[in-house]
């Protein structure tokens, strides 16, 4: 494990300090746990545009997408615990 020095504002330490307490953890552990999040978060959110960036190129590709107001309908209805076809890729070329 390396060591790491972090400069915080006074203000911001404090509060760290304090929300560790509150959790029962050390400053320490509060902030590795924080910093882990934050990873984890920059992690996920560049695969979810990596992710939409070859959905594009796909659609760019084979002229072919998927209707919003379908996929939002197919969405809500699985969300509600119902069964729904999954909505088909169209030509939106003209």
């Given amino acids: 494990m390396s060591t790491t020095s972090l400069k915080l504002p006074d203000e911001l330490k404090q509060r760290a300090v304090a929300a560790a307490q509150n959790q ?4 320490h552990a509060f902030m590795v746990h924080a910093i882990e999040q934050a990873a984890t978060a920059a992690e996920r959110r560049a695969g979810f545009v990596a992710e939409a960036q070859a959905a594009r190129e796909q659609m760019l590709k084979t002229g072919k997408g998927y209707d919003a107001d379908e996929v939002h309908a ?10 729904s076809a999954k909505p088909k890729a169209r030509s939106w070329r003209g």
């Fill in 24 to 27: 029962g953890v050390s400053p």
């Fill in 74 to 83: 197919h969405l809500k209805a699985r969300v509600a615990g119902k069964k």
